[in-house]
Each structure stands twice: as C-alpha cells, then as structure tokens.
C-alpha cells in the first residue's frame, strides 16, 4: 500500500494537509504549461487591477502600490526570477504568491472579483492574440515568397494531374499562385476568428459573475480587448470551442503545407525531376550516398496531420459536458500549445524552404510530350465551328487510331489561356494586392494590442481611469 504524502496547502485548498498524490495528479503537467501564461497572467493581472481601481474597489494608493508590484513581477519572469515552482499549482497561484510575499495586503487584494477560471481565460485570449497575428504575419510572408516564385516561373510549362495522371497543361506559375491564393483565402478568416478572441473575459469569474459593482468595460479597455464577452455563462461555454477554432484555423494552414509538401517531394524525385532540393536543405542516408532526401517536406506533411490531431484531441476534451466549468479544460492546454507551435515551425520552415526550390526546364517541358495537349486539340475544333461532344469524340477515335497531334508553341499555349486566373493570365497583381491588405489589418490589431500591454507595464501613457 502506497503511503499517504502531504503536501503544502494551495492558496484554494479546501484541507490544511492536502494529499501531495492529489495535488500531483490534478496539477498534472500544468506548471510547465502556465510558464507560457505567466507573462500574460501579470498583463491580465495589471488590466484587472486597473478594472479594480475604475470600479472603486482598490483606493488610489493600494492601486499604486499594486500596479508598480505588478510591473515589478513582468521583469521578474522576463529575467526568469519568478516561475511556477513546485510549491505552485499554476501561473496564477505563483504571482499572486510573489506579490503577497513582497506587499503583504495589497497582495491579497489582487484577486478581489476574480476566479481562476475567468483569469485563464483572459491568460488564454491575451497568449493567442499574441499567436494569432505572428501567425498570420508568417503566413503572409510566406504567401509573398509564392507569388514571387509564381512570377518567377509564371512561363514555366509542366504537366497538370488528375487521378495522378498527366491531364493537362499547367505551370510552375499556376502551381504556387494557386497556394498563395488558397493561403490567402485563411487568412482573409482571420478576422472573424480574431473578434471572438478580442474579448476580455474577466469579470465573469467562475461563469456566474460576482456580487460587485465591477467596470468590465474598464477592465477590458485597459487590456486592449475590443469589447468584452458579455454574458458571463457564454464564458465558460466557450471553453475548448475557442481553442478548437484557433486550431482549425492553424490546420487549414497545415492543410495548404501538407499538399505543397506532398508536391515538392513527388515533383523533385528522380522519376519526375520538375523540381530540385538544394543540398543544405536536404539530408542524406546513412549508407547511401547519393541520396538527397527531402525530410524538411515530409516533417512538414506529418506536423500538418499533428495539427489536425491536436485539434481533434481538444474536441474530445470539451465535448459532452455540461454548462459551466469544468477541470477537463486544464488539458486543453497541451494540444492547443503544440498545435500552434508547429504551426508556427511549419510556416517558418516553408518561409526558408520554398524560394530555394530550384526549376529543371528541360525536365519540365519533356514530361508535356504524348497526350497533354490533346483537349487543345478539341477546344480548337470547337473554335472552328465543331460542337464540343462531337469534337472530343472525333479526337478520341483519332487517338485510339494512333494519331498525334503536334504540340502547340508555348507562347500559343499561354496566350490560349488568358481567362481570368487560367496559365496566361495568373492576376499576381491582385494577389500581391491582398497581401498588403493583410499585411495592414495584422499591424493595425499588433499596434493596438501591444499599445495597451506597453501602457499596463509602464512603458508608454498612461490611460485615464
């Protein structure tokens, strides 16, 4: 029989000598993922304070005395001083303790009007804001360098697949514009995404708000939250669904990198040969040295499944449960953690892989002769008068009699093609157009955002309460 072992009481601990298995086993991992939290657990903990003071709960002085503790704690975790440590349950209970051990009362005033629930909620929303828009920056960095590849290559012939068989002409052009459009269509979500993140939390406490006159609004203000999540149950109902969303957003991003990775590594085999690796970003094999791999691409096609993984292991934990709070949510941690950092390793990784792909002409257009041009052959029928169905009929026969065409020029093929968006006519243009776009709505939100967390620290003016 396991002998009982206890443990030091917690700042919520309904018993003086808590069970350490207990507290072991529902702490779980948590410390070592509040170590993400811990600077946005002091921002929130400023913006709270803040609420506090516009609500005439704190006086003046304790406000002042809190807020520059406050500030005082942020260069602490940036130096690295003040952690989640084994005598603490998370990120919330290690900053409340420091202060109180520092400022005696005006420490234990910080957590007037809150619950634990509410403050990781805010914890939470302040760390993915933070996510959100580096995310979107890399991708839109990464979007760029496609459309620079497609206008590198805009001419560059090669075969379109279907079924994986050789169907039509395409280009090296249309390929990488086709995934900067696609990349683009994510991030042009965002923002509806980004609205339900841009709103604070606090103030709604355990789900059921509290019996004080708390200003949210002021609170919110002061976090740079757009508005606040008004009904204070929806909170905690949007527990695990808001996490999930972040992820599947981060997986349509993985669902763009997994295709274009599966492209690279078929295009760039020996068979194939479109495309080529250069050597510092290939590996090798331990025992044949020819080989020049290319485990960058594969690594990023298995993370993109990952991703989808971890979102689908945050659905599971937040499926099936009643209103209200719950602890399952401590485990959504861990995957919407993972998911976003290997969004972020995939995109940052592809920003460096993708302009160093290199092109083999010759390679390219060789793998056009045979059948590739043979719907070119019916659609000039079809201009010269012959219905389309009797056209391609007429070409079938032609080809089960072992006629071939003569593959038209590829100016001629180019210039056949200049519908909205077809080989001739890819509209960079427009494209390049809507990456600025993003480009300006993601450094409006980071000006507003890190404006208010420079004010919370100290670090520029300060807003009226």
Known sequence: MTPRRSAPRTLWSPSDDPDRLMLDYTVGEDRLWDMRLLPWDVYGSLGHAAGL?????????????????????????????????????????????????RHGAVGE????????????????????????????????????????????????????????????????????????????DTLESLPALWARVDRSPLGSAAGYGVPLPLDREATARALGFAAVEHNVAAVQLGRGKLEAAVLAWCGEIGHDLARLSADVILFSADEYGYLSLPARLATGSSIMPHKRNPDVFELTRARAAAVHGDHA????????????????????????????QRTRDMLTMMVVALPSLGVNAARCMSALEGDAFTTDEVMRRVEAGVPFRRAYREVAEELNKGTRYSPPTRREVLARRRSTGGLGNLGLAAARSRVRSRRQWGGRERRRFEGALRRLAGRGPERRL
């Open 313 to 340: 292991a945050l659905l599971h934990v937040a499926s099936k449960l009643t209103g209200g709070y719950h602890r399952d949510w401590q485990l959504l941690k861990e995957p919407l953690f993972r998911g976003l």
């Open 109 to 184: 005033q910080l957590h007037t009007g809150r619950s634990r629930n509410d403050q990781v909620a805010c914890d939470l929303r302040l760390f993915l804001k933070e996510q959100l828009l580096d995310l979107h920056e890399t991708t839109a960095d990464l979007t760029a360098a496609l459309l620079a590849f497609a206008a590198r290559h805009r001419d560059q012939l090669w075969p379109g697949y279907t079924h994986s068989r050789k169907a039509m002409p395409s280009s090296v052009g249309l390929w990488a514009a086709a995934y900067a459009e696609s990349l683009l």
């Open 53 to 101: 003071r516009a609500s005439r709960l704190l006086s003046a002085s304790a406000y002042t005395r809190l807020r520059a503790a406050l500030r005082r704690a942020l260069r602490e975790v940036a130096a690295g001083v003040l952690v989640v440590d084994l005598v603490h349950e998370d990120a919330h209970s290690a900053v409340e303790d420091w202060i109180t051990r």
